[in-house]
Each structure stands twice: as structure tokens, then as C-alpha cells.
């Protein structure tokens, strides 16, 4: 029986809905015979017969009828996306018109394609390697300025390139233990457990540094979980509304208009927030009110970042005390809202209260006086933001961000067993144990980059991709 990724795939790589272009793809052995059958050109030429990485011009047709005017785009395997000579169908955008070519294609031998298919073809044929694979996903995915760019730059090579190099290192340490332990007359290893934890201790020291950017890749890739808190009629809604740029909140003089959570997600100079307006934070006898209070809370407590809204014009009081108490140990930003008032609350009395209420060892705060209605400060905010969550360096540049989970698990992984091989040399251990432990930090590693890594894994994997690619 034909193994089932020997056959040519089709599928439709454009989303469907009515564009001025649309393409369907055409990937495997049999693309070109295929599309020979279909094309019209001038000269009766066969596409078979072209060079790679050409276009032409001309109509699929269809039992002497006229589909579609079409620009064809040929590309000969192994010089492909997929590896396999593939064919791309550039067509008017109409849903039934690529529908329709899709079905033609279908008809005359190729089968539809599952879905993220195309990329795994490009991975299971060494186009490029499991890291590379998944950033075509998050690339797809991006939301803003730097997600793209991780994207981007995972997708040319740059964790391959770290991971290939610590498996090199590994795998070299494995060798030679090994070796030494079949052929100890000569070959000595004496000494060596010293050498070795040198490595061990660099090596560590590189999976921490990944590590560490874990938090930041996720913000990357996912943005800013972020929490409006406040007190009613502090301005939370409004603050809202002047981010998104458009009157999503309601916004009244009423106190406690807010009774839910409601969520937006706005792109901040290329900073993702995924921001929650919530209730007011007050005792309130008001059921409904109070379920909103709680939720406000509840959500607080599992922000990536705080944004404190306070009234300015209107002094402190208990109420505030508690949200500063909500705001110990996490990011967050007090914004002075109403500036454009008379202000009877400054930065040294909003700070003043907030050691009070998380401790004098509380870091440094940022204070922006801001008036939402007036849209002042709002810049401010926004460069504090970058500030905060990208340690000041606003210019995206080569430093790799792991923004993938799995990723990160195996790292973990690896970590642990470079610690234990560590333990073993510090307990006087025999060599054998190191290998062990080597190898299990080997492979670990190797499932990032798919050299080891399960078929179930790989299908999971590529089942979360779109279907054309």
C-alpha cells in the first residue's frame, strides 16, 4: 500500500473569504503530472517541461471549459518549502473559485491535505528542523512588533543553532566515557570528572540563561495579561477606552457603572496587552456590585501587571489601602488620573501609602500623573510599559526568547540532568553514572529541534497549524 506521505496533498492557503487573490497549494510527486492536466498556456506548453522557480501564465481548465485565469508558480523538489516538488495556483479570490480549482485538483489525484501537512512534509523531509516548524505556527499567529520578530528569527535557525552546539558538547563527553570505560588500558580518565564539571557548570549556565527569558517569551507571544483596578468613578473605564481608541466601556458619573469584567486586546507600540476593565473596588451591601468587586480581585491576582487608577482629586482612604495591599510582589503602574483637576493626592503620598501596605524593602513603583479625558500621559505609560517588561531595551534584537512551552519543559529537563551528572562528580561516583545522565540531557535537548522526539508528538504538533500550511 502507497505510504500515505508519498502521495501528492492540495489545499487551499488563503483564507476563506472573497479577497483579490487566493491560493491553492499542491505539494508531492505527482504535482506537476497533475497540473499538466489542467493548465492551459500559450503554445500548449506543458508545465513538466518548465524550470523551477517560474510563473506562468494562462487557465485551468476543466472538460473544454474555462475555470479560472491563473498565474502558476512551479517549484522543483528538493528546492521547495516541502522538499517535493510543489505547484502553486494563483487564482481570483472568490470562495467558490479556489473551492473549485481545490475539487478539480482532488479529482485528477491528489488528496486533501491535513492540516500543518505542508510544514510537516518540510520537517520530515529535513527542510527544517522542529523549532523552526512550530515558528512558522507562531509566526501565523503573531500579534504584534516583537512577536513577529522571535518568530522570525527562530524561524531562521537560531535556537537550532544553540541546541545543535550543547548536543555536540553532550554527545563529545558521552563518546569519550564511554570509550575510556571499553578500553581503560589506554585510555584514562583520571582526573576527568574535573574537566567535566567545568562543562557541566557552562552548559547549566546556558539552559538558566534561556530560561530566564521564558517569562518574556510568553509575554511575547501571548502579550501582557494586565488588570485596570481602582476604585469606583477613578476613571478605570475611561483610561480603557482612550487604549483601544474607541468607546468600548461605558463611561458615566455614576459610581459602580462597572459591574463586570470586560476584556479587550489593544497593541501598544508593538507591546501586547491583554486588558481586563474591572468593578470598582469597594464594600458594597449591592450583590451584583459585590460579585463584580470579587471577580476585580480574583483576576488581580493573576495579572502580569497592575494598572492602579487613582482619583486624584480626591483624597485616600481605606478602600485604596486594600488595593495596594492587592498589588504586593506584582508589575504594576499607579496612574494619578484627573491631573487635569485640582489634584489633593501627590506621587509622595500615593508612594508613602504604598510602603505602608507592602513593606519599606517595596521596590520603586511608577507614578504617572495622567487625565484620561484629556489623553495626557498616555505616552508615558506606554514607554513605561516597554520599560518594565523588556528591561529598557525597546529595539528588538538577537538575544532568543523561549516562547514556546514545550521548549521550555525540555530545557527543565536537560538542566536536571546536567545537575545530576554534577551531583555524581561531587559524590565520587563512578563514570557510568555520568553517561547515563549525559544522555538524558541529550535527548531532552533533541526533542526541541525533533531529532527525538515521538510520531504521536509530531502529528499533535502539526494538528494545531492551518490547513494550507
Known amino acids: 500500500m502507497e505510504i500515505e506521505y508519498q502521495k501528492t496533498i492540495a489545499a487551499i492557503s488563503t483564507a476563506m473569504s472573497n479577497s483579490g487573490i487566493g491560493i491553492v497549494r499542491m505539494s508531492g510527486p505527482e ?33 473544454g471549459e474555462t475555470v479560472d485565469e491563473v498565474l502558476v508558480m512551479l517549484m522543483r523538489g528538493p528546492h521547495s518549502y516541502t522538499g517535493e516538488d510543489t505547484v502553486e495556483i494563483n487564482c481570483h479570490g472568490g ?24 510544514t510537516k512534509r518540510a520537517f520530515l523531509n529535513g527542510r527544517m528542523d522542529l523549532s523552526q516548524a512550530e515558528a512558522v505556527g507562531d509566526l501565523i499567529t503573531s500579534q504584534n512588533e516583537y ?16 541546541i545543535t552546539k550543547m548536543r555536540e558538547q553532550i554527545l ?44 518574556n517569551g510568553r509575554i511575547i507571544k501571548e502579550g501582557i495579561n494586565t488588570v485596570i483596578l481602582g476604585k469606583p468613578n477613578a476613571g478605570k473605564s475611561s483610561l480603557l477606552n482612550v ?15 462597572t459591574r463586570d469584567v470586560l476584556e479587550e486586546h489593544i497593541n501598544l507600540q508593538g507591546v501586547s496587552l491583554n486588558i481586563m476593565d474591572t468593578a470598582g473596588i469597594r464594600d458594597t451591601e449591592d450583590l451584583v456590585e459585590k460579585i463584580g468587586v470579587d471577580k476585580a480581585k480574583s483576576h488581580a491576582d493573576q495579572a502580569d501587571l497592575l494598572i492602579y487608577v487613582i482619583d486624584a482629586s480626591a483624597p485616600l482612604d481605606e478602600n485604596d489601602n486594600e488595593i ?26 500615593v508612594q508613602k501609602a504604598y510602603y505602608q501596605s507592602n513593606g519599606e524593602n517595596s521596590e520603586n513603583i511608577p507614578i504617572i500623573e495622567v487625565s484620561a479625558k484629556h489623553q495626557q500621559g498616555i505616552d508615558l505609560v506606554e514607554q513605561t510599559l516597554k520599560d518594565m517588561f523588556f528591561e529598557g531595551n525597546l529595539a528588538f534584537n538577537d538575544e532568543i526568547y523561549i516562547t514556546n512551552v514545550r521548549h521550555k519543559t525540555a ?44 510520531e504521536d508528538l509530531v502529528n499533535e504538533i502539526f494538528s494545531k497549524f492551518c490547513m494550507g500550511k
Do not use: W
Open 172 to 215: 563529545y563527553h558521552t563518546a569519550f566515557i564511554e570509550t575510556a570505560l571499553d578500553d581503560p588500558e589506554h585510555i584514562s580518565v583520571d582526573g576527568y570528572g574535573e574537566e567535566l564539571l567545568e562543562i557541566m557548570d557552562m552548559l547549566i549556565q546556558e539552559i538558566e540563561g534561556l530560561l530566564k527569558t521564558c517569562d
Open 31 to 63: 504535482a506537476f503530472e497533475i497540473a499538466d492536466q489542467i493548465y492551459r498556456g500559450k503554445n500548449n506548453k506543458k508545465l513538466s517541461s518548465q524550470k523551477s522557480h517560474t510563473i506562468h501564465y494562462g487557465y485551468i481548465v476543466e472538460n
Open 324 to 349: 495596594l495591599q492587592l498589588m504586593k510582589g506584582k508589575p504594576a503602574i499607579i496612574l494619578l488620573n484627573k491631573s487635569d483637576l485640582n489634584m489633593v493626592v501627590g506621587k509622595s503620598e
Open 147 to 162: 512577536a513577529l520578530k522571535s518568530s522570525i528569527s527562530q524561524l531562521k535557525g537560531n535556537i537550532k543553532e544553540k
Open 95 to 118: 470562495v467558490y473559485v479556489v473551492k473549485r480549482i481545490l475539487e478539480i485538483l482532488i479529482f485528477h489525484g491528489a488528496r486533501p491535505a491535513e492540516p500543518g501537512e505542508f
Open 411 to 454: 530545557l527543565r529537563d536537560a538542566c536536571d540532568a546536567l545537575n545530576r551528572v554534577r551531583d555524581s562528580i561531587h559524590g565520587k561516583m563512578p563514570e557510568d553514572f555520568y553517561s547515563i545522565d549525559l544522555m538524558d540531557a541529550y535527548e531532552a535537548l533533541g526533542s526541541i529541534t525533533g531529532e527525538t522526539i515521538g
Open 243 to 257: 487604549l483601544i481608541g474607541e468607546d468600548r466601556a461605558i463611561v458615566t458619573d455614576i459610581a459602580g457603572t
